[in-house]
């Protein structure tokens, strides 16, 4: 199979998996797996924002549905972590109840998902959709509106390093960018969409290979430069990959591979950070069981809870949506 021909679905479950295996080793190839999603985040949200609830069910029952999806099985790992950490760890629960809410998760860092930070981000750009859209429709020049976002981004991590408030908008190009993949209507040749992930590929291996770089791609090693701010510049080699990817159809295995990679992203790291107390430091084999562990936790979340709550989400939507 081709890497074009590769499906939005599974694409995510890629993403999902390199943030798994990050988390497993010192490599640093989670945060870029992240600014992926967002890129993804921005292109599907505002494009069902705008073909779904704008005209059906407007500002508010978006808001519900996207906070339902987001906050329900967050809501639900969270507690199975909290009580996992009660009973084989140190950490004192009622410390972190305060995660629970979400958001300000990712500047109070009171988090046991390992995770949440994203998802805090992931829940205020969703509150920022609707203006994005409006902004979007009066068809700025592209010099304008790059100008609005990079001052937006530099006020965005201004108040990051100096204060710790962390906010969407250190990550608002991810966002706009695939926001701009669906309202310009960004397809890109199927030789610009190979052409992004070979580039992405030798720019990795560049920075792997020159030595004052090679830290960008090291979690145990102090980065020259902050290492999300070369996380999203390496992830824009992807951007004709994703606007290609975005539009190849996705079968009912490719929707649940997508799904899934949600139930994964936010059940790993419990896991991994349990087994490492007890394991710690970690042989091949240690490491194996531990993936093999993620995978049997993950997949029954997402079959017997995650599947659940959705289905009580669109319970809780019909007949708000008409």
Known sequence: MSILSLRPGLFRLILA??????????????????????VLSGYWVT?????????HGGVGVFYLSRFLRIWLPF?????????ANSMFSEIRPAFLLWGLPLFGIAS???DVLGTSWSLDIEMQFYLAVPLLLLVLGMQLRTGTLAIGVALLC???????????????LSYLPAFVVGALIWSRDYIPSHK??????????VV????????????LLRRDIESPIHEDWFGMVWVACLI?????????????????????????YITHWPVIALMRETMNPLSIAERLFILSLVMVVSVTFYALIDRTLERIRAQILRGLIV
């Not at 998996?17 to 967002?38: C, D, K, N, Q």
């Not at 494009?47 to 005209?55: G, H, I, L, S, V």
């Not at 004709?240 to 994964?264: E, K, T």
Request: proline residues 6%; aromatic residues 18%.
């Open 47 to 55: 494009r069902m924002y705008a073909e779904k609830y704008q005209p």
């Open 108 to 110: 109070t860092g009171r």
């Open 204 to 215: 990795g291996i560049v920075v792997w290979t020159i030595p004052e770089t090679h830290p």
């Open 17 to 38: 998996t390199l943030v798994v295996l990050s988390h497993m080793t010192p490599f640093e190839i989670g945060r870029p797996a992240v600014f992926a999603f967002f």
């Open 240 to 264: 004709p990959f994703i606007a290609h990817n975005v539009r190849q159809m996705s079968g009912h295995w490719d929707m649940h591979f997508g799904n899934y990679s949600y139930a994964l």
């Open 75 to 83: 809501c639900a790992a969270y507690m199975l972590a909290l009580l």
């Open 192 to 201: 610009m969409a190979l052409g992004g992930v070979v580039l992405f590929l």
């Open 154 to 168: 530099v006020l965005g991590w201004f108040l990051q390093l100096r204060y710790g408030l962390w906010t969407f």
